[in-house]
């Protein structure tokens, strides 16, 4: 398993990042992003904690370990502000709360996001357009489909989008607690659910994941 969207104790996660890690190695995942909520009050804190967790080259046996920021609940106009700071923070990755249906996120946030090349994740973008999910393509701006209770309700739409215009996507699990880690089973079930079919599973699962990785330099 692929996951670059989870939280640790600085947002509202409840593993300190060391013992998040180590779950995630126990249950054989490739790769973790620990991506806390950010705005402009906690960023630089944030990735700071982030920064001392004591791994060599922020790996740990066979996973690597990014560390990003997910920006949440932030005016739209100031969303590239914030993935800049964040950037110049040390942040890795950088994902952006999207418009999900059961949270009252501004209107605009997705927008914003996806004509931001800094940014790496749209998370769960809810009733995205056609429009939007054009613009993620052009900018390499990842689509997420989602694991997590309430954002995934609107997995289906995203998926049908994202295929009509060529935009890229990613499963992630919004990991919150231990009981949020994804097996790979699950995984590919919850993508068939969202109508990917077997090529599409594996490219989610797979090949989008590595490429990801590749661009952030892991």
């Keep these: 398993m692929f996951d670059f969207h989870t939280h640790s104790l600085f947002s509202d996660g409840e593993l300190i990042p060391s013992e998040l890690v180590r779950r995630a190695v126990f249950n054989g995942y490739k790769a973790i992003g620990i991506t806390d909520h950010v705005d402009f009050t906690n960023v630089e804190h944030v990735l700071e904690g982030l920064k001392r967790l004591e791994l060599p080259d922020k ?39 999207g418009e999900t249906i059961v949270e009252p996120v501004e209107r605009g946030t997705n927008k914003a996001a996806v004509s931001n090349p800094g940014v790496n994740i749209l998370a769960h973008p809810g009733l995205i357009s056609e429009a939007e999910a054009g613009i993620a393509k052009d900018n390499d701006v990842y689509l997420e489909l989602s694991a997590r209770k309430g954002h995934c309700l609107t997995n289906g739409h ?42 599409e599973v594996i490219k989610v699962m797979e090949d989008n994941p590595r490429e990801l990785l590749r661009r952030i330099g892991r």
Excluded: C, Y
């Design 158 to 199: 995203v998926a049908m989008v994202a295929r009509k215009v060529g935009a890229k996507l990613l499963l992630n699990s919004d990991l919150h607690s231990p009981d949020d880690f994804l097996a790979k089973e699950l995984g590919a079930k919850i993508l068939a659910g969202a109508g990917l079919d077997h090529r």
């Design 59 to 97: 790996t740990s046996g066979d996973i690597s370990v990014i560390i990003g920021v997910e920006i949440s609940h932030v005016p739209p106009e100031k969303i590239g502000k914030l993935v800049q700071k964040a950037r110049d923070s040390g942040a890795e990755l950088v994902v952006v709360h």
